[in-house]
T-cell receptor, first 113, second 113 residues
Framework: KQEVTQIPAALSVPEGENLVLNCSFT??????LQWFRQDPGKGLTSLLL?????REQTSGRLNASLDKSSGRSTLYIAASQPGDSATYLC????????????FGPGTRLSVLP | GAGVSQTPSNKVTEKGKYVELRCDPI?????LYWYRQSLGQGPEFLIY????????DSGLPNDRFFAVRPEGSVSTLKIQRTERGDSAVYLC???????????FGNGTRLTVT
């Protein structure tokens, strides 16, 4: 059974810092991995989707990498801003367990002005 | 264009009552997912529809939970004889086929008193 973990559970940084969020998954046989952002009381907003054949994806100040063999993905946020404060979740689409995504518990990020 | 719409945004019901939660996906999205999210946790898969049929309902916790998508668009999640443990945010997501991103609604916060 696929399991997804995220470390740290919470992170607080001063504005302007670059930071890395980590996601680990137990089964390397995946179709893709997606990073989401969730603001309090809201649904999830898709940030980046990495296919199993890709090693990274970039969008603006965000860069996500994927290392399938080690079961890891990282989300790099450059020049963090207070508006980046939110919970960041990763989710993997397993190859052998149907079509659903398996989510990690998220990392709660606070960017202090 | 319009995103995924979920109604109601909040629902308070008494233990033992029946509730229906509605999801209106993005037009043209054939895949529809229901997830349940408890405080501080990542979303937990409930059911996945491809068109009108439930392709994977392995996440439904018991037979009190049922979901339909009769015309391949709007979906309704139905919970019978609600229990306090059913209290959570119920999230709906849709996507096109294949390796495409999930798009989430803002969820329905269900509180069973």
């Amino acid at each position: 059974k696929q399991e997804v973990t995220q470390i740290p559970a919470a992170l607080s940084v001063p504005e302007g810092e670059n930071l890395v969020l980590n996601c680990s998954f137990t089964d390397s046989a995946i179709y893709n991995l997606q990073w989401f952002r969730q603001d309090p009381g809201k649904g999830l907003t898709s940030l980046l989707l990495i296919q199993s054949s890709q090693r990274e994806q970039t969008s603006g100040r965000l860069n996500a990498s994927l290392d399938k063999s080690s079961g890891r993905s990282t989300l790099y946020i450059a020049a963090s801003q207070p508006g980046d404060s939110a919970t960041y979740l990763c989710a993997v689409r397993p190859s052998n367990y149907g079509q659903n995504f398996v989510f990690g518990p998220g990392t709660r990020l606070s960017v202090l002005p | 264009g319009a995103g995924v719409s979920q109604t109601p945004s909040n629902k308070v019901t008494e233990k033992g009552k029946y509730v229906e939660l509605r999801c209106d996906p993005i037009s043209g999205h054939t895949a529809l997912y229901w997830y349940r999210q408890s405080l501080g946790q990542g979303p937990e898969f409930l059911i996945y529809f491809q068109g009108t049929g439930a392709a994977d309902d392995s996440g439904l916790p018991n037979d009190r939970f049922f979901a339909v998508r009769p015309e391949g668009s709007v979906s309704t999640l139905k919970i019978q004889r609600t229990e306090r443990g059913d209290s959570a945010v119920y999230l709906c997501a849709s996507s096109t086929e294949g390796n495409s991103p999930l798009h989430f609604g803002n969820g329905t916060r269900l509180t069973v008193t």
